[in-house]
């Protein structure tokens, strides 16, 4: 039977939809950038950026962060290279460092929340909070697909469509590192040491 | 212990949620009716396997695209119902009125945002999935899974807006629901919640429609069809598609913001808390200023399709028509700020604003003169899409001038937010889109039923449309003029402004007379459709839709034709060029429930969120995601239509 | 021969009927809009009257490519109509350099004109923008409220509500807010409107240049009591606006921050009120209210 989503045509515009996507995500967050930027300053009495982050806590996360970009990748070369094991062990090592990504930024929430500086206490707070956790919730949907993506591995061996769903997912990963490192720079950097 | 009971339950619904006032409970009621009729008809007459079958499941384009016409005219009624009460309540002033402020208020914010999200959007998505792959010579959409997912989110979030007419109520904060009027502090009911939730379930669902039209055109055109091959409307939509690309995230992200200030106390766009509400109306308008290119650009690529059919001649300056439409599309993004002059950003930027608007004024106007020069040596056929043009035209250069005018800003100090802005989209949007979309209809309607629409009713409509557009709306210039603002539900009676709305009423009835007419002539060309026969080609038409069956076949082409001119089938025709038929075996997406299943749960999820109701959120969105992730794992999605059954299909066809 | 007898008549019956829908149309407009008072073209102050003259100038604009565009329309469309065989047909005539050249190039010319007249004009009508004259200004505090408007007169200690007493020739500075959702403080015969938003304050000056009262109003949706927000402009001569500040200024009501609470309070009451001010930082305070956590109120 012939695999017409094997079709180089079909990936192509699979590929393009992506990006495409990609890019009204990245349009979506600049959203959300611009308005963090109106409203930084908007602490409304209470504490700024500068008194609420702890840099070297998120240097830690951006570390891990960046480190599960390198392994999603060498899972996307392990696959191309028909290495199952590899490339289980890979994905399953990025959604660890996902994981644990996800579990410090949630550490710093309720951290934030139970000293009373949660979203409700100012318009900076609810911008830092929707910008940091909109990235949050696109790495928890990260996480699922990463999740189905390894039991799919594990039950089948390769096929066509489960690698180009891989490469997929790769660019999705990198995308979201890249939108943290923004986080990182704008929110964390620029506000927690002004 | 009852009370935290039911809460957890049914979140903030309660029994006297139900409970409306007459008008309001007998439009609910007509609609539960309505419903009630449709579900006995389907089972008296055991269509329900047929109805799934062929329709709610289907991944046709062609079907999904009549599903989106169906939910957009019924908007419409229920649009048009509205204005009638809204014009009753304005005209019968001093009578005390028929309507308390609130439920007018609720009206005409339902009204607004209906038109735009469920009739406009409606209709112009109908048309994509209808024209957009035949016109460039493609068998299907580029996702035809993600399609009726996006036809179905559409359709749950128009469920959720006329939820409003059975349980609770629906915002009183306008269609653009301004903060801090639609934060808790001053609106703490479910109205906000469904407008948020009905835009933003639908909205996405454009989103999605939109990154599909655009992989689509650029991805399967014919082979040989360049992009300054395509046919104008591809043009149209694919700047249309961009749009929104960029523009709809945008919406995603501030409706995120306002219900996140509802749901959780954010301050986003509160008055206190250091919220910023004149944010919120920069945000909403940097989507709502290309919103509105987004439902225009369609229907200019519609009219430069009729104009050159009827006058049996190119289109003139294509070059200069594709500039223009890309300009429109740049520069609609540079122009948000005209919406609100009198928030007082200082004359600099006032500036910069209102020239940046004006700007769009020039390739508008070459577009309309473009047009007007297709007619120019040509043999001009003045049928029924034909007149919609003419009406156009008129209609839209004079509103077109309304909006040059209010585009310099000083003088839009004295016209904001009263009667003559409203006159003035109307005139932009019922001259541009709807009349667009009237043209379209009469122009394709052929195409896919294989019969003409009835000439005379669609003459006799167009005139009642056109005199009623005119006595519905030039009094609200006039009245603009007086210093009447919009949405007042009564006024002082020594204004004297009673008299231009009895007159504005009047056009009402006469633009309602139109749109029975439209529909009898709908009933009447299907009972005499053997009267209309046509072939595949009644227009003598220029592009590659005319060339194929009317109706078209699921797979509409057996042969993907090759590209070598503009108006391809028109230069066919003229070179006595024919395909050659020749039978492969054609792929086609099987049915799939995975839309409407992601659809209902969608609803499941806004109402729920409405409501308070966070068991049934969790549901919502556990479904959502099951439903998806089963389709995602599952291989066969796809069925073969074999060289023989596409032979004896187009045999079948031929003897016909 | 019969076909034709009908055909031949149908187009005299087009037209009659057309005619007289037409001029039903019209003697309908002009009956309803007869001896009504038209503030935005009509004006009694400096800068509506500029406003006015600005508008006109545009629309003149405007018509420059209206008139031509309608003529071309409709002889175009008639001339070569297909029952007319005898009008060259070229169905391969799709560009020609010059037209275009001239019809991207016209509107350009008009646009350019409206942009220069759109700069001098937005700045000269800036409503922040002070006006000219020898007269001392008066300044006038203004609250949108729930559903009514509060005037303060900081400098004669008087406030007014729904409605408001300025001195003709003498320029007004009005610097707006709200205690309320976003309102649009909006006298058209005066002057173009200004937003009134919490926690901010806006400016619009204007100078009335005849005696009489006007209409204000608010221009955006604030909720249920919307409709009932308009107020009266009484322009009078200076010696009658001294008199009545004068009068005001001993009214026997008061407006103390208590009183002020209570008058905040959401009501469809139009009713005018005048009021001796005793606190003189009230405006500011409204504004604090929303700025600060620590607002005074």
Request: proline share 4%; with cysteine.
């Amino acid at each position: 039977m012939k695999q017409v989503t094997n079709d180089p045509v079909v990936q192509e515009k699979k590929t393009l939809g992506f990006w495409i996507y990609l890019m009204t995500d990245c349009v979506l967050f600049a959203g959300l950038f611009a308005t963090f930027a109106v409203l930084h300053t908007s602490t409304f009495g209470g504490p700024s950026g500068a008194k609420l982050f702890d840099l070297p806590f998120v240097l830690v996360e951006t570390m891990i962060l960046l480190t599960s970009s390198f392994t999603i990748g060498l899972a996307i070369l392990g696959g191309a290279r028909g290495f199952k094991k590899q490339t289980l062990v890979w994905l399953i090592v990025t959604f660890a460092l996902g994981a644990a990504f996800l579990t410090l930024e949630l550490t710093e929430f309720s951290h934030l929340v139970a000293d009373g500086n949660g979203w409700d206490r100012s318009a900076f707070l609810s911008s830092f909070f929707t910008l940091v956790g909109t990235h949050g919730l696109h790495i928890t949907i990260g996480l699922l697909w990463l999740l189905v993506m390894i039991v799919r591995l594990w039950k089948f061996n390769f096929r066509q469509t489960d690698l180009n769903r891989l490469a997929l997912f790769g660019l999705f990963w990198h995308f979201l590192d890249i939108v943290w490192i923004f986080i990182f720079s704008i929110v964390y950097l620029i506000g927690g040491l002004s | 212990m009852f009370n935290t009971l039911s809460q957890i339950i049914f979140g903030r619904l309660t029994p006297s949620d139900f409970v409306h006032d007459p008008i309001m409970a007998g439009a609910g009621y007509a609609m539960i009716g309505g419903l009630v009729l449709v579900v006995l008809a389907l089972t008296y007459f055991k269509k329900w396997k047929w109805l799934w079958r062929t329709w709610l499941t289907s991944l046709d384009p062609k079907k999904i695209g009549v599903m989106y016409l169906i939910v957009s005219v019924i908007m419409l009624l229920r649009g048009l119902a509205d204005v009638l009460l809204l014009r009753t309540q304005q005209a019968t002033n001093g009578s005390a009125g028929i309507l308390t402020s609130d439920h007018f208020q609720q009206i005409f914010s339902a009204h607004g945002t209906i038109m735009i999200f469920f009739v406009a959007m409606g209709v112009i998505f109908g048309i994509f999935n209808l024209i957009i792959p035949s016109q460039i010579g493609a068998r299907d959409v580029a996702f035809p899974l993600l399609n009726s997912i996006s036809f179905w989110l559409f359709a749950a979030g128009m469920i959720i807006i006329n939820a409003p007419l059975v349980v609770g109520e629906f915002s009183t904060a306008g269609w653009l629901a301004y903060p801090p009027l639609s934060e808790l502090q001053y609106s703490p009911g479910v109205g906000v919640d469904y407008w948020i939730w009905s835009l933003q379930i639908a909205g996405i669902g454009s989103l999605l429609s939109g990154i599909n039209f655009f992989v689509t055109i650029i991805k399967m055109r014919a082979p040989g069809m360049k992009l300054m091959m395509m046919p104008i409307f591809a043009w149209s939509v694919l700047c249309c598609t961009s749009l929104i690309m960029f523009a709809f995230p945008i919406l995603t992200a501030t409706l995120g913001m306002l219900s996140l200030d509802r749901l959780l106390g954010m301050h986003f766009f509160t008055s206190g808390g250091g919220g910023n509400p004149m944010l919120y109306v920069n945000l909403i308008w940097a989507w709502g200023h290309p919103e509105v290119y987004i439902l225009v650009l369609p229907a200019f690529g519609i009219f430069s399709e009729v104009v050159a059919t009827f006058s049996g001649k190119k289109l003139f300056g294509y070059t200069s028509m594709v500039v223009a439409l890309v300009a429109i599309t740049i520069l609609s993004f540079t122009v948000w700020l005209h919406h609100f002059f009198t928030m007082g950003a200082g004359a600099d930027v006032n500036t910069f604003f209102g020239i940046m608007t004006m700007v769009i004024a020039i390739p508008t106007g070459v577009k309309v003169f473009n047009w007007i020069f297709t007619m120019y040596r040509g043999r001009v056929r003045f049928t029924t899409p034909m007149l919609w043009f003419m009406g156009f035209i008129v209609t839209f250069t004079l509103g077109g001038v309304a909006g040059v005018l209010m585009s310099v800003p000083p003088a839009d100090f004295q016209f904001h937010n009263s009667l003559f802005l409203v006159a003035h989209f109307h005139t932009m949007i019922v001259g541009g889109v709807l009349f667009g979309a009237f043209a379209g209809f009469a122009y394709w309607f052929p195409k896919f039923t294989g019969f003409t629409l009835n000439e005379r009713l669609g003459r006799y409509a167009f005139w009642l449309w056109i005199v009623g557009f005119l006595l519905a709306f030039v009094p609200l210039y006039i009245l603009g003029f007086m210093g009447a603002t919009r949405r007042l539900d009564h006024y002082d009676p020594s204004l004297g402004w009673q008299g231009l709305f009895i007159v504005a009423g009047v056009g009402v009835l006469l633009i309602c007379a139109g749109v029975a007419m439209q529909v009898l002539q709908v009933i009447v060309s299907i009972v005499k459709r053997n009267q209309n026969r046509v072939g595949e080609d009644p227009w003598n038409g220029r592009t590659l839709e005319w060339s194929i069956a009317s109706p078209p076949q699921v797979y509409n082409y057996t042969v993907i034709p090759t590209v070598t001119y503009r108006d391809e089938f028109w230069e066919m025709k003229r070179r006595h060029h024919t395909i050659k038929p020749e039978y492969t075996d054609i792929w086609l997406p099987k049915n799939s429930a995975t839309g409407i299943i992601v659809g209902l749960f969608a609803l499941i999820f806004g109402v729920a969120v409405v409501w308070h109701v966070v068991w049934l959120v969790i549901v919502g969105v556990i479904g959502v995601i099951v439903t998806l992730i089963i389709r995602l794992t599952s291989d066969e999605t796809e069925e073969k239509l074999t060289a023989a059954e596409v032979a004896k299909r187009e045999l079948k066809r031929q003897t016909v | 021969m019969r076909k034709d007898k009908k055909r031949s008549l149908k187009r005299p019956i087009q037209v009659v009927l057309s005619s007289v829908v037409a001029i039903i149309i019209i003697t309908a407009l002009v009956y309803v809009t007869r001896g009504r008072d038209i503030p935005v073209l009509n004006p009694h102050g400096i800068i509506a009257d500029q406003e006015r003259n600005l508008i006109l100038l545009t629309v003149g604009l405007g018509l420059l490519v209206v008139v031509p565009v309608f003529i071309m329309l409709f002889t175009i469309a008639w001339r070569y109509r297909a029952s007319n065989t005898k009008a060259v047909y070229q169905p391969d005539f799709s560009s020609h350099k010059g037209f275009e050249a001239l019809w991207w190039g016209l509107p350009c010319l008009i646009i350019l004109t409206l942009a220069i007249i759109t700069g001098i004009y937005t700045h000269a009508l800036d409503p922040f923008k002070p006006i000219d004259s020898q007269v001392k200004p008066v300044t006038i505090q203004v609250i949108s409220l729930q559903w009514k408007w509060l005037f303060i007169y900081p400098d004669q200690k008087i406030a007014t509500l729904n409605y408001v007493d300025i001195p003709k020739d003498t320029p007004i500075n009005f610097m707006i807010s709200s205690d309320a959702p976003m309102n649009s403080f909006w006298i058209p015969a005066l002057a173009g409107q200004v937003y009134a938003m919490s926690g901010m304050s806006t400016q619009l000056h204007l100078m009335s240049n005849s005696v009489g009262s006007y209409v204000g109003t608010s221009a955006n949706i604030s909720g249920d009591g919307f409709a009932d927000m308009h107020f009266k402009v009484n322009s009078m001569s200076e010696s009658d606006f001294a008199t009545w500040t004068q009068k005001a200024a001993v009214s026997t009501s008061s407006l103390a921050n208590t009183d002020y609470k209570k008058l905040a309070e959401p009501s469809h009451d139009s009713s005018e009120a005048t009021y001796k001010l005793t606190d003189a930082s009230l405006y500011n305070e409204v504004i604090m209210k929303y700025t600060s956590p620590g607002g005074s109120m």
